[in-house]
T-cell receptor
Framework: DTAVSQTPKYLVTQMGNDKSIKCEQN?????MYWYKQDSKKFLKIMFS???????INETVPNRFSPKSPDKAHLNLHINSLELGDSAVYFC?????????????FGNGTRLTVT | QKEVEQDPGPLSVPEGAIVSLNCTYS??????FMWYRQYSRKGPELLMY????GNKEDGRFTAQVDKSSKYISLFIRDSQPSDSATYLC?????????FGTGTSLTVIP
């Protein structure tokens, strides 16, 4: 009964390859996010979707493209992977803004580009 | 200046100590304040969530918010080795969340 699940957990690939990370939440939340966490544990927002609509699109290379087929799923596709893309990518979701709307995170996808 | 400032530590305390973790912020529009705990190779886990100035207690954890000083704290009483983790503060405005850099805590048995 995992609330926010993402696959794969680990991803090791070579420079130049294309890869995807999938995320699903069963909390009934409207908003989903992708965060990148660097080696110093800083969480940087990449994208956010609300009911399949893109609402946050931070300064991220065009090689990163999110897709939300429905409000329970948010996938991340990365083209032409580079060494600097190595990081942990977290999917998260939150209910509509209000008094009780914190972020709920998945367990992350550890991407290593060689 | 970053939106949220947090001392990265590392912080090392003996078992049973009281731990104080702090964050300051610059944007007075922040409405909601959170503390997350992150174990190694896991996702951040919500510990405390508050939306007003004052204290909120949950077991050994107390979250304190001072909006006038733009300062939030997390206190851990009777710290345990299982509390060893990275603690992240976060603030929310609209649909945006703003995180501190995290404080690494080790509780020594």
């Amino acid at each position: 009964d995992t609330a926010v699940s993402q696959t794969p957990k680990y991803l090791v690939t070579q420079m130049g390859n294309d890869k995807s990370i999938k995320c699903e939440q069963n909390l009934g939340h409207d908003t989903m996010y992708w965060y990148k966490q660097d080696s110093k544990k800083f969480l940087k927002i990449m994208f956010s979707y609300n009911n399949k609509e893109l609402i946050i699109n931070e300064t991220v290379p065009n090689r990163f493209s999110p897709k939300s087929p429905d409000k329970a799923h948010l996938n991340l596709h990365i083209n032409s992977l580079e060494l600097g893309d190595s990081a942990v990518y977290f999917c998260a979701s939150s209910p509509p803004t209000g008094e009780n709307s914190p972020l709920h995170f998945g367990n992350g996808t550890r991407l290593t580009v060689t | 200046q970053k939106e949220v400032e947090q001392d990265p530590g590392p912080l090392s305390v003996p078992e049973g100590a009281i731990v104080s973790l702090n964050c300051t912020y610059s944007n007075s529009a922040f409405q909601y304040f959170m503390w997350y705990r992150q174990y190694s190779r896991k996702g951040p886990e919500l510990l405390m969530y508050t939306y007003s100035s004052g204290n909120k207690e949950d077991g050994r954890f107390t979250a304190q918010v001072d909006k006038s000083s733009k300062y939030i704290s997390l206190f851990i009483r009777d710290s345990q080795p299982s509390d060893s983790a990275t603690y992240l503060c976060a603030m929310k405005f609209g649909n945006q969340f703003y995180f501190g850099t995290g404080t690494s805590l080790t509780v020594i048995p």
